[in-house]
């Protein structure tokens, strides 16, 4: 059976867990965000020391004569995931799965100083192991006692 990835949606509070490394949701997706940030600061304000760096090549493209440029950048993980457990408030067990990332940049390049406000965003997809089955609500003793009424009723009829 193929792998479904479906949209994680967690609250702030819930627990994530990778190689028992926990973490609280709301402070994994900060994390991801500074991860994200710092990667692409460093990319623009790496120096090369080459006048062909591909920096130099992006920066080369704006401004034209249509306005300045930007770049988009998608970056992803793994396509199978990353294994994780996520325990979410009020649930009696974790949930093992596989945790997936897909960023999108965005970065203006006319010049250095604007490549730090660029605009990133991001989607977490979960695939759970085992899927989520509902257990069938168990009879409540009226049920039977029900049962045992109508019995006597269709009997005595």
Known sequence: MADKFELLECHDEDVISFDNLLSKFGDFKNDISQMLLKKMQS?????HGCNHSIIERFRNLSPTSFGDCQISLNLSSNRNG??????????????KGKLRLNAFIQMPIADRQQSKHGNIEFTLEFCPDEPQYHHPVSESP????????????????
């Not at 990319?43 to 120096?47: E, K």
């Not at 990353?82 to 979410?88: A, D, F, T």
């Open 82 to 95: 990353e294994p994780c457990e996520i325990l979410r408030l009020g649930s009696e067990k974790w949930q």
């Open 43 to 47: 990319f623009f304000s790496q120096d």
């Open 142 to 157: 009226l049920d039977e006692l029900r049962r045992i009424i109508n019995n006597e009723e269709n009997t005595a009829n």
